[in-house]
């Protein structure tokens, strides 16, 4: 079966030679690939005028929306992509990693969207940069999507959660994709998309995709255009320096194959939970995906002293792993994706044998048309004289244990892999894992630190998540994906706006210090979430502070502080008299704007970004200021009103009119419509 490329909106036949795939574990041909005939600079541009444009012009929150629902839709579709994952050699396990994680990324973009972006096209990052005296020429950090295309190029080993981990920041920034798989997996992404497609979900032009020859793609990506990659770090450099690439100043993503390590430390004895922990972590690492993941440990620290128990109890976890058809349910470890990558595992274990020893090889016989591999420990006894194990990564079940005499010695070994996607400790020592953090943390894009207590909830060495960083220096490619929102801002431009509080809060649909406040006879308590106007204020009434106040106030709430109760205390402190307590001022702050008759105000959502800036004594006399800083819609729930929250900008001021009090409280406010 020759399988269609989804290009300018419609599913098209590449021409000319095709690519056959093969299964991974029989060997029978799966299908066949070709994308020769595509005008690439016709598909780039298609998708920067046509799916760009639909998504810049929904809000973080409708795309947020989108990827929800998408999610939804694939996840109920999750058993149509099992029996294509067990024909690239993933097993049930690993198959629920690439399918089931990819569709959990997809929902976890979808939350972060509508929780930690606006419901606008612009998003406001960071807090306002006062730049002049008198507050009239402000600034502002905002971000747009780019109005380009990312293009994504993924690895052979996930081919369905390497494309959904890029598409969902992609998509929550507003930019367009086109996808583009490693071909010896690519049926398994290719159905994928065909769902995706199906579902009718994304706007027109947010998608497209395509395997094969790359053609002239490159030579048609422009500066507002984005090219991420995963892959060999041969393969990303040479991508990198593509004369287009380095003279548009295309941001590129890299993620490169590294050689990560996981450290058994000196604290931990073969009798604590640690040790066996460390043991299985290693252990599921070298076979989980057979070992053909970016993130797998490739080397193993361990103490001189535990160096053969450490041995002998990889050996007997690797003697129990059944290897097989993934169709058997009794089968923990799958083929390698391909001939090609078989020949290139046994390539590299013949490099590194070179200055290690072989202490573990799996005699598990298999059919010579498959592409399995059996496991392999090598133990290297001079790890600090030795370059092998940390230049060389055989990509499958292959690791080295190496040994070490203390803490400095481990931590220059870990970064002799020169920059790793991920690093993990074992150890019950807090102190040791500190110092190992600062040692080895600037040669790695994540550190798992496992004892006892955080094992049975860890997700494991080499499970990159959406809400963290997924990526490293050096060697492993020096870029990230994911990392919740910070993942979005590859595909968006971060803008320095400068100009009056008034103009950038009108640019920004949101409250800037210094800009207009609106006044209305109608108190803004009284009104329906879809009445209100950024901007609009509320100046209250006044309040003298009495010594009654904050005695009752201490006998409400307990707080007994000196300063606020003890007058010779309070005369030798910082204050040198009496103080209100500062929750006091917010309550009574509180008892100034908030109106006490039944309306569409209907609860109070929360308290941000707290600060009491200066004292308030006894005689002093306070008012606040609420301004309406920003309006978000809530997604309608069954049998509940239609509502939004306001975020209101609170100043609570002394009779010198200082500032004594800043923050932002949330209210929950019905909607009309």
């Known amino acids: 079966m020759l399988l269609k490329n989804y290009v300018l909106g419609e599913w098209k036949d590449g021409v000319g030679n095709s690519q056959q795939l093969f299964n991974a574990v029989n060997g029978d041909l799966v299908a066949e690939i070709s994308s020769g005939g595509l005008n690439f600079k016709e598909i780039l541009e298609y998708g920067r005028k046509v799916g760009g444009k639909n998504l810049r012009e929904m809000t973080f929150h409708e795309r947020g929306r989108m990827l929800k629902k998408l999610a939804q839709y694939l996840m109920e579709r999750k058993n149509d ?67 380009g295309i990312a293009c994504h190029i993924n690895a052979y080993n996930f081919p369905i959660w390497g ?32 769902v995706i ?23 048609h990506f422009t500066s507002q255009d984005v090219v991420t990659f995963t892959g060999s770090a041969g393969t990303g450099k040479k991508l990198k320096s593509h004369p287009t690439i380095l003279e548009n100043n295309v941001r590129f993503n890299m993620e490169a194959d590294s050689i990560n390590c996981s450290i058994l430390a000196p604290d931990v004895t073969p009798e604590m939970d640690e040790f066996g922990l460390f043991v299985k972590e290693v252990a599921n690492e070298m076979t989980t995906k057979a ?63 070179e200055e290690s020893e072989v202490v573990f090889e799996g005699s598990t016989e298999v059919d010579k048309k498959s ?12 790890p600090s004289s030795a370059k092998t194990p940390h230049e060389i990564e055989a990509f499958g079940p292959v690791s080295t244990v190496m040994p070490y005499h203390d803490i400095p010695e481990v931590i220059e070994l870990a970064k002799k892999g020169e920059g790793s996607l991920v690093a993990s400790l074992f150890t019950a020592d807090n102190d040791i894992a500190k110092e190992v953090v600062l040692g080895i943390g600037a040669y790695h894009g994540r550190i798992m630190i496992i004892n006892k207590d955080s094992a049975k909830e860890s997700t494991g060495h080499g499970s990159p998540l959406p809400h963290l960083t997924h ?61 209100l106007v950024i901007g609009e204020t509320l100046v209250t009434h006044r309040r003298t502070v009495t010594e009654a106040d ?31 307590h500062g929750y006091f001022v917010l309550s009574a702050a509180a008892g100034l704007f908030v109106h006490p008759a039944e309306g569409p105000v209907l609860a109070n959502y929360g308290l941000e970004g707290l600060r009491f800036t200066q004292p308030v004594y006894i005689g002093d006399t306070i008012h606040a200021r609420l301004t309406c800083k920003r309006k978000t819609e809530k997604e309608p729930r069954e049998d509940e009103k239609l509502q939004g929250v306001v975020e209101w900008y609170v100043e609570v001021v002394n009779q010198d009119d200082e500032v004594v009090a800043l923050y932002t409280i949330l209210t929950l406010v019905e909607r009309k419509l």
């Open 550 to 580: 904050i005695v009752n106030f201490a006998g409400i709430s307990g707080d007994y502080f000196y300063a606020h109760t003890d007058d010779v205390a309070a005369k030798n402190s910082i204050f040198d008299k009496r103080v209100a």
């Open 471 to 531: 990526g490293g220096p050096g060697r492993a490619g020096g870029g990230e994906e994911m990392g919740g929102i910070r993942g979005i801002m590859k595909y968006m431009q971060r803008v320095a706006l400068q100009g009056h509080p008034t103009t950038l809060s009108n640019v920004c649909n949101q409250y800037l210090i210094g800009a207009e406040q609106i006044a209305d006879k109608i108190h803004p308590f009284r009104k329906y979430f879809d009445e």
């Open 197 to 219: 497609i199906e579902s009718e979900i994304l706007p027109e032009g947010a998608l497209q995709y395509f395997a094969g020859d790359p053609g002239d793609l490159f030579n």
């Open 81 to 147: 992509f099992y029996p294509l994952s067990f024909k690239t050699g993933a097993t049930k396990i690993d198959s629920w990693i690439d399918i089931e994680g990819g569709i959990s990324t997809l929902f976890t973009y979808a939350s972060k969207g509508r929780r930690d972006l606006p419901d606008e096209k612009i998003w406001p990052e960071g807090n306002q940069e006062v730049i002049s005296k008198n507050g009239t020429f402000t600034a502002q950090h905002v971000c747009v999507p780019l109005e």
């Open 163 to 194: 494309m959904l981990e890029k598409l969902a920041p992609t998509f929550i920034a507003g930019m367009p994709a086109i996808v583009k798989p490693a071909p010896i997996s690519s049926y398994l992404a290719h159905k994928m998309v065909e």
């Open 371 to 382: 592409s399995f591999f059996n496991p392999v420990l090598l133990y290297c006894a001079s």
């Open 291 to 353: 070992g053909q993941k970016c993130t797998a440990i490739r080397r193993v620290f361990v103490p001189i002293s535990l160096k053969d128990e450490v041995i002998s109890a990889i050996k007997i976890r690797l003697e129990k792993t059944v290897i097989g058809d993934p169709l058997n349910e009794k089968t923990r470890m799958g083929s390698l994706a391909d001939k090609y990558y078989l020949n290139l595992v046994n390539e590299k274990l013949d490099k590194l044998k």
